[in-house]
């Protein structure tokens, strides 16, 4: 176990059942309980909100219980995201409030990317012990929004002023205050009645020492295979078995060195051990929002918006087309064919495009995937129905049983060794080399959010990538 660890597995343990457990422990002890949320600190060029909030996790160890930092990603088809738009939240229990709320003003001012531009840090407060049940449900609102929609400042704002918080904007437009708000409402998620949105995994993320940041990551490759093989499927996407490449480090300059993402803390905590690395600065697990399809909203393709993710039913209208650069893509219509999309198998999701092209007009599938350019950018998809398509062949020869070749345009079938002829092709069903059930995209194109196939209930039929 990792040493900062020890104590925030006493407050939070992932069998629990209850996802507010965590805080409802705190309340019960008397303890004011303030949620920290942190966001927007990172530029393209460095840093990583993560860092700043397991620097924060140490420190505000000398004035309360600090409970397992939150790392939500919220929608991911948000433009001026740095990379996987990710919050932060820490949940403190502390009679020293003013103290905690400078020491956290303080870390973010040090350490965020402020002259970035487009990097707009936010930091939002909320006293958790003077939330009523009517405030929580508010926050909860807010952050599903942020999940699954486009908000504003002002939306952020306007929430803000109904709840016991205060914030900081530390440049102008403020944004950052947009993931900090929805990441404080992480455990209130519940109160939304979406089982997407109750989901929890877990990320240990480790971290890089100052002086390599920047430079080439010093992973050993065939540990971390080793790590997989040891602890998959409680532990995922840590390599991408088909592509045989490491995936759980970024290629970014940012302090992180690798994450291991996964449901069972035990397993991921195995994986940790087994991987030999450059040597890492510190290393935090957080609970998160990752590989849950929270992001997804049930919808008719009628009623699609750009910069939303969706789940959509329908009938395939145009076969699969492959373009220039091997991507692919399809028609999808409503069942009264009022209303279609395009969908994309772009070429990152590698061999999920082969099962995209095979089908065929008239499937009934549930398409999973954001939408930019109205063109839905495919996650995953279940074939509900496949079509059965009468096709015409060549027919087969009576006496020697080969297949016979054609005689000339408009002129039937002959075969030349038995002369037989015969006027009309046959018809046959074709045999549709795809079954019904769930597919997913390669790991290394899985989105932050996206649920991998193995986290699906064994009574659902699902085609994992591995
Ligand atoms: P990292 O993952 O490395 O922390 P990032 O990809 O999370 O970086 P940010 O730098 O945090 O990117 O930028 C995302 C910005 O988008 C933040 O300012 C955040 O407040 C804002 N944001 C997040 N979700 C939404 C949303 N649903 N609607 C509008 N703005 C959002």
Redesign the pocket.
């Known amino acids: 176990m990792l040493p900062q660890e020890q104590e925030q597995e006493q407050e939070l343990c992932p069998e629990r059942q209850n996802p507010c457990h965590d805080y409802a422990l705190s309340r019960n002890d008397d303890m004011p309980v303030l949620l920290i949320g942190i ?2 600190t ?1 530029s393209k060029y460095g840093m ?3 860092y700043i909030a397991v620097l924060l996790v140490k420190t505000l160890s000398k004035y309360g219980k600090v409970a397992l930092p939150i790392l939500m990603r ?2 991911p088809t ?1 433009p ?8 932060v939240a820490l949940i403190v229990s502390t009679e020293k409030e003013k103290e905690v709320k400078e020491l956290v003003l303080q870390t973010v001012a040090e350490n965020a990317e402020l002259k970035a531009e487009g ?2 840090p ?1 930091v939002v407060f909320v006293r958790c012990h003077e939330l009523r049940s009517y405030a929580e449900r508010r926050l909860a609102r807010f952050s599903a ?2 999940v699954r ?4 400042v002002e939306n952020a704002e306007k929430t803000l002023a109904k709840l016991p918080a205060e914030c900081s904007a530390f440049k102008k437009k403020g ?6 708000l ?1 990441a404080t409402g992480f455990f209130f998620l519940g109160c939304c009645g979406d089982e997407r949105l109750l989901d929890k995994t877990y990320e240990l993320i480790a971290y890089r020492h100052e002086e390599r940041w920047g430079t080439p990551r010093d992973i050993d490759d065939a540990s971390v295979f080793l790590a997989d093989r040891l602890t998959y499927p409680l532990t995922w996407d840590t390599v991408d078995q088909s592509l045989r490449r490491v995936i759980c480090a970024p290629h970014s300059p ?1 302090p992180i060195l690798f994450g291991i993402r996964g449901d069972d803390v035990a397993a991921i905590r195995k994986a940790y051990e087994v991987i030999r690395s450059e040597p890492v600065k510190m290393a935090q697990l957080f609970v998160t929002n990752q590989g849950t399809d929270a992001h997804l909203i049930e919808a008719k393709i009628s009623d699609v918006e750009n910069y939303h993710s969706y789940i959509l039913k329908g009938v395939v209208s145009r076969d699969p087309i492959v373009t220039k650069g091997g991507h692919v893509f399809f028609s999808l219509s409503d069942f009264d064919g009022t209303a279609a999309i395009d969908c994309a198998a772009y070429e990152p999701t590698k061999g999920f495009r082969s099962v995209v092209r095979k089908l065929r007009v008239g499937d009934v599938i549930a398409a999973y995937g954001s939408v930019k350019n109205y063109t839905l950018n495919l996650e995953k998809i279940e074939v509900l129905k496949l079509k059965t398509h009468v096709v015409k062949k060549n027919p087969k020869c009576d006496i020697c049983g080969r297949t016979m070749e054609s005689a000339g345009m408009n002129k039937g079938y002959r075969c030349v060794a038995c002369k037989t002829y015969a006027a009309s092709p046959m018809l046959a069903v074709e045999r549709r080399d795809i079954d019904e059930g769930f597919y997913e995209v390669t790991p290394s194109a899985r989105r932050h959010l996206s649920k991998p196939l193995i986290r699906f209930p064994s009574k659902i039929k699902v085609h994992p990538s591995r």
Not at 80 to 87: C, H, P, Q, V
Not at 149 to 152: A, D, K, Q, R, T
């Open positions: 966001d927007d990172d990583c909100t993560t919220l929608n948000i001026y995201k740095t990379r996987g738009n990710g919050a990097t707009e936010g929004a942020a929609h486009v908000l504003s944004r950052g205050l947009i993931g900090a929805a940012c």
